[in-house]
């Protein structure tokens, strides 16, 4: 048995919020595999210092500054990798944001902003990258979703709500885009030590909280994460399309 299905050499791999702390992970776990990464991030300190690491590592990547909740910022992302990298095989849906508050406290400028970054801007990636991936005859479209969509989540009503939304759009992308060789498929991470995790008030008490939750007792890393991308992002997984596959150490079992 082989495990070449499992290699990415010659493919490249744009990864959104490739800067944050997730990011890490996704990136390193593809290059690992042999992907040339294009580093997406709001800002350039963000983006080039993971540039920086991966390129230590021995990897090929590039950064581009980029909102993924602007058409045109995101357009001129995809130009850019393109022109640069000859084309795009891999997108991972990860750029997020996740502002804590009680629900009566939102403002509408603020929901507005959580569905644009984390809804709309997974479409407007999808969009922009669908081009390469038709003319290729083959893509794969990773999109980061969340537990806290099984079941709610106090004080994060907008970001659960994006969360519910990424799950629908991955399955209604899978059928829409599966007829080009292009799968669809979304991750539910649990709860990883990331900035994310600077919303919880009582860090010692949420972490106890989270490995009570879980099954199994360690806090989950970013490489578990680039993992489990890694491989649907690879031929392995070329059969596997519309789906969400849950990663939380045994938390929802959903
Ligand atoms: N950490 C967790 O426990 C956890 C749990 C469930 C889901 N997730 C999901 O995992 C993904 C990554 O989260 P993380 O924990 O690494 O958070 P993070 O804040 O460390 O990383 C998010 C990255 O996205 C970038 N970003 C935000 N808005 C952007 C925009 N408009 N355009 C481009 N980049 C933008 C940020 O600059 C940041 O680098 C998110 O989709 C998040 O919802 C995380």
Not at 47 to 58: H, K, Q
Request: glycine share 12%; aromatic share 6%.
């Amino acid at each position: 048995m082989s495990l070449d299905a499992f290699r990415l050499d010659g493919r490249v791999a744009v990864v959104t919020g490739g800067g944050g702390g997730l990011g890490e992970g996704i990136c390193h776990s593809l290059a690992a595999a042999g992907a040339t990464i294009a580093c997406v991030d709001l800002t350039e300190d963000k983006s080039l210092a993971r540039v920086g690491d991966l390129r230590a590592a021995g990897a090929s990547a590039i950064a581009v500054v980029a909102d993924v909740s602007d058409s045109s910022s995101v357009e001129a992302m995809a130009r850019r990798v393109r022109d640069e990298l000859g084309g795009i095989d891999i997108l991972v849906n990860n750029a997020a944001i996740y502002p804590a508050r009680s629900w009566t406290e939102i403002t509408e400028e603020e929901w507005d902003s959580v569905l644009a970054t984390n809804v709309k801007g997974y479409f407007l990636c999808a969009r922009a990258c669908h081009a390469s991936m038709a003319e290729r005859g083959h893509g794969r479209i990773v999109n980061i979703a969340s537990i806290t969509l099984h079941g709610g989540w106090d004080k994060l009503l907008s970001y659960v709500t994006s969360k519910g939304g990424v799950l629908a759009f991955t399955r209604a992308l899978a059928r829409e885009i599966g007829p080009e060789g292009i799968t669809v498929n979304c991750v539910a991470p649990g709860a990883f030590p990331t900035d994310a995790e600077k919303i919880h008030p009582d860090p010692e008490g949420y972490n106890q909280f989270v490995l009570d939750s879980q099954a199994l007792k360690r806090r989950g890393t970013p490489e578990d994460i680039g993992n489990l991308i890694t491989f649907l992002a690879s031929d392995a997984s070329s059969f596997i399309t519309g789906q969400m596959i849950g990663i939380d150490g045994g938390w929802v079992m959903h």
